[in-house]
């Protein structure tokens, strides 16, 4: 079975441009998140979705937003660009929506903005 | 004080030794938590749930401490195979984040 499928994995991208990244869920599973990790940290959560919903939102400005769609797949999107935003950009699916739920990562997208 | 603290390391240990990492956490609602494993510029993989009774996984012990806010992972006879980076992970009661730590490095050295 595949695993959590993102896209692109890698990205370069200008100040004040905007990003889409795209995450598919392992199927079967109902629930995926974002998390942005800064080289040297642990993964800081951005957003969580289940069933379509927003079911969390980490301390990101405006700028991040997200969706989910029927397909239990999922964008990030983050417009005008800061320099700050080069991270690594993981999306973690689960079967639910929980306190209990393992979370399963993608391989990431790198973003790097000049 | 942050949500989740661990100590960054690294951690340098010969193989075969037994190496210990805690992590403490300042919300005493938090109700579960787990040690993930990460190799470098790899994805997060979940290594471990911890248990309130503690839980054993092979060479890998994994303990939580409530009254003193801290979770413990021992990982016996170190491979070399065990270097990574170990986050831990507790999600907050209500919200269900998950709140990671920055990551305590092991490097086990031959």
């Known amino acids: 079975d595949a695993g959590v499928t993102q896209s692109p994995t890698h990205l370069i991208k200008t100040r004040g441009q905007h990003v889409t990244l795209r995450c598919s869920p392992i199927?079967?599973?109902?629930?995926v998140s974002w998390y942005q990790q800064v080289l040297g940290q642990g993964p800081q959560f951005i957003f969580q979705?289940?069933?379509?919903?927003?079911?969390g939102r980490g301390n990101f400005p405006d700028r991040f937003s997200a969706r989910q769609f029927p397909n239990y797949s999922s964008e990030l999107n983050v417009n005008a660009l800061l320099l700050g935003d080069s991270a690594l950009y993981l999306c973690a699916s689960s079967l639910s929506w929980g306190f209990s739920e393992k979370l399963f990562f993608g391989s990431g997208t790198q973003l790097s903005v000049l | 004080r942050k949500e989740v603290e661990q100590d960054p390391g690294p951690f340098n240990v010969p193989e075969g030794a037994t190496v210990a990492f805690n992590c403490t956490y300042s919300n005493s609602a938090s109700q579960s938590f787990f040690w993930y494993r990460q190799d470098c510029r790899k994805e997060p993989k979940l290594l471990m749930s911890?248990?309130?009774s503690g839980n054993e996984d092979g060479r890998f012990t994994a303990q939580l401490n409530r009254a003193s806010q801290y979770i413990s992972l021992l990982i016996r006879d170190s491979k070399l195979s065990d270097s990574a980076t170990y986050l831990c992970v507790v999600i907050a009661s209500g919200t269900y984040k998950y709140i990671f730590g920055t990551g305590t490095r092991l490097k086990v050295l031959a």
């Open positions: 979705y289940y069933e379509k919903e927003e079911r």
């Open positions: 199927s079967g599973h109902k629930s």
């Open positions: 911890v248990y309130s």
